[in-house]
């Protein structure tokens, strides 16, 4: 069992039991909605890729769900301002996660934090600084890595290299699905943790007076 | 919008922007050396070396890395103890069927390729061939994270984008492996280029190899160390190369990937000894959380000669199909332990995650009080009342 799944798992039980209610309700989602997507991405993951063309395939729970759930994420903005400031957060941390895979060190064990899961640090304070919002951290999370992915195979096949782009395709296993969740869970963490502090601060004010 | 739009031209116009040249591995990579305590040359290793990383000898004493200088590029290993560890040789019974033996690699000495040396060991079970640790098949399932990983004798070059010498590696691994009637699934799908996304990008080829449900999950790669003398090696009187297997300890299944791995060299050094060189066990997962049966074996190095690499598939193709399906009851044993140890890793993992959800739940309802009352209602609610009891709501003070 991998760590993105049993992650998924934990989402699902944390939904459950209502621990991630605040930011389910920032995603505009109920606790049904939240458990129907965790199972159709679960599910989604283990339906083999969809080949669309030789050069391009997807996966419907690592790829599919959380598009849709992105772009209904979007749709479901309040403003325009907001509908930006997520798709300007989705494409800075597809730049983030491009950069990431570029430039760290190749192998493995030269890094500390497993890529995969930069990628969703990384999409989680950008999201965050950028527009400090827990939608927008799920948007670029997962376009983000989407983003990127897309990026490399389009040099790619610049460069005369057929290689197939596969849009989560490892399923519930993806760092599309992982950097989304993480990105949406560290946002709830970073806000709320800034969140209390502000209100600390601003009670603390309010008692000095 | 104006300088919104500019700003998403200008994060769009940095992404190719990122984009450098690719160097070979061969020149990229850091190369550490490993080193005793007393001082004595260990072994060398292409890619960061950590404190606590373990190293397996190929006379399989277990060495721990106890110092290293990343600005020399030395490590320093502290000898721990013998590695034992099980292996099972399958031979012909003198009834005519095939019978399987378990000898310990340091019970005996080393045993020509196929001889009867597990059986001076002690057959403990007889057992056919046929396989049931992928439903019933006789199922290996392999592919190469880096698939540009080549081999500069033969190949000119370290590094090619298009026919790499590891796919014929590859390649040359499978065919060996059909021909001893196992199935073999070789995906030779690209994940290029060989940088940090390599591994993200072979996890989805793993992912699907996964749903095959094979015996064993293999990426095939070839190490990046300069010396080809430390993997040359003339086994069974051909020239061929030694194979290095590789565990990475940061997943939770890498208790069974080690123990497969053991089970690898153990087997191999009774049937071909020096074929496995050595195990390394590392920092990184490499994929193998996904997989308890799975492992990277590296065939040679960037400075071996290729063809060398590929006489040593069909030895390392001989040793997987012993130790896969060298019978019914060992292919048993090995999902059980593969589960077993798996499940442990799990088990720790589970735990984390635990304690970092309720140190979420903690900053998400500030206090103790309120994640119980809060873990009580969802609770409740989620089980319709018949599991915990729903706290009261506060009164209205209105």
């Not at chain 2, 019974?93 to 597990?118: D, I, K, L, Q, Y």
Request: glycine share 10%.
């Amino acid at each position: 069992m991998s760590f993105g799944f049993i992650l998924l798992i934990v989402v699902g039980i944390l939904v459950m039991f209502g621990v991630g209610q605040r930011a389910l309700d920032r995603l505009r989602l109920t606790d049904k909605q939240a458990m129907l997507f965790v199972a159709l991405i679960i599910v989604g993951g283990v339906i083999p890729d969809i080949q669309v063309t030789p050069l391009f395939a997807f996966n419907i729970g690592g790829a599919l769900i959380p598009l849709a759930l992105s772009i209904y994420l979007i749709a479901k903005a309040d403003t325009a301002w907001e509908k930006w400031r997520a798709l300007i957060a989705a494409v800075l941390a597809g730049a983030a996660v491009f950069a990431l895979g570029r430039f760290l060190p190749a192998e493995p064990e030269r890094t500390q934090i497993a890529p995969n899961y930069l990628y969703g640090i990384s999409a989680a304070v950008i999201a965050y600084v950028f527009g400090r919002s827990r939608r927008a951290s799920f948007v670029a999370g997962v376009l983000g890595v989407m983003l990127a992915d897309t990026a490399q195979a389009v040099i790619n096949w610049s460069q005369g290299i057929d290689q197939t782009l596969i849009l989560g395709g490892a399923g519930a296993f993806d760092a599309v699905v992982i950097a989304g969740v993480l990105a949406v869970l560290l946002a709830e963490l970073f806000g709320e943790l800034i969140e209390r502090a502000a209100r600390g601060a601003h009670t603390g004010e309010e008692k000095g007076k | 919008m104006k300088r919104f739009s500019a700003i998403l031209m200008l994060a769009l116009f940095l992404m190719p922007v990122c984009v450098r040249a690719e160097e070979p591995e061969y020149q990229d990579d850091v190369i550490y050396r490993i080193y005793q305590e007393g001082g004595q040359y260990l072994t060398s290793h292409a890619g960061k070396v950590y404190q606590d990383d373990e190293y397996i000898a190929e006379d399989n004493k277990l060495y721990i890395v106890t110092k290293v200088d990343d600005a020399l590029l030395t490590a320093t290993a502290s000898y721990v103890g013998m590695e034992t560890a099980e292996a099972r040789i399958e031979t012909q019974s003198v009834f005519g069927g095939a019978a399987a033996a378990t000898v310990s690699p340091s019970a005996s000495p080393a045993a020509s390729p196929g001889a009867s040396a597990g059986a001076s060991a002690g057959a403990t079970a007889a057992a056919n061939a046929s396989p049931n640790a992928s439903g019933g098949k006789k199922l290996v399932a392999m592919y190469s994270t880096h698939t540009d990983e080549s081999y500069e004798p033969s190949d000119g070059t370290s590094s090619k984008t298009k026919g790499a010498g590891i796919l014929d590696v590859g390649t040359a691994l499978k065919g060996n492996l059909e021909k001893l009637g196992v199935q073999t699934v070789y995906d030779e799908s690209s994940h290029l280029p060989h940088d940090a996304g390599a591994y993200r990008r072979s996890r989805q080829t793993a992912e699907e190899l996964m749903k095959k449900q094979p015996a064993a999950l293999l990426d095939i790669h070839r190490d990046g160390i300069p010396d080809p003398k430390e993997y040359d090696k003339t086994i069974s009187g051909k020239q061929a190369s030694k194979v290095r297997l590789e565990v990475g300890r940061s997943n939770p299944n890498s208790d069974a990937n080690r123990n497969f791995a053991k089970e690898i060299k153990a087997t191999a050094d009774k049937m071909y000894p020096g074929l496995v060189k050595d195990i390394f066990i590392g920092h990184g997962n490499y994929n193998q959380e996904l997989y308890p049966q799975s492992v990277l074996l590296e065939f040679g190095t960037v400075s071996t000669d290729k063809n060398r690499a590929i006489q040593s598939t069909q030895f390392m193709a001989n040793v997987l199909d012993n130790v896969l399906f060298g019978g019914a009851a060992k292919a048993q044993t090995n999902v059980q332990q593969g589960n077993q140890s798996a499940g442990k890793g799990v088990l720790w993992l589970i735990g984390g995650v635990i304690v970092a959800g309720i140190i979420f739940a903690l900053v998400a309802t500030g206090t103790f009080d309120s994640m119980k009352h809060r873990l009580a209602r969802g609770t409740s609610e989620v089980t319709g009342g018949s599991i915990g009891r729903k706290p009261k709501e506060p009164k209205d003070p209105h």
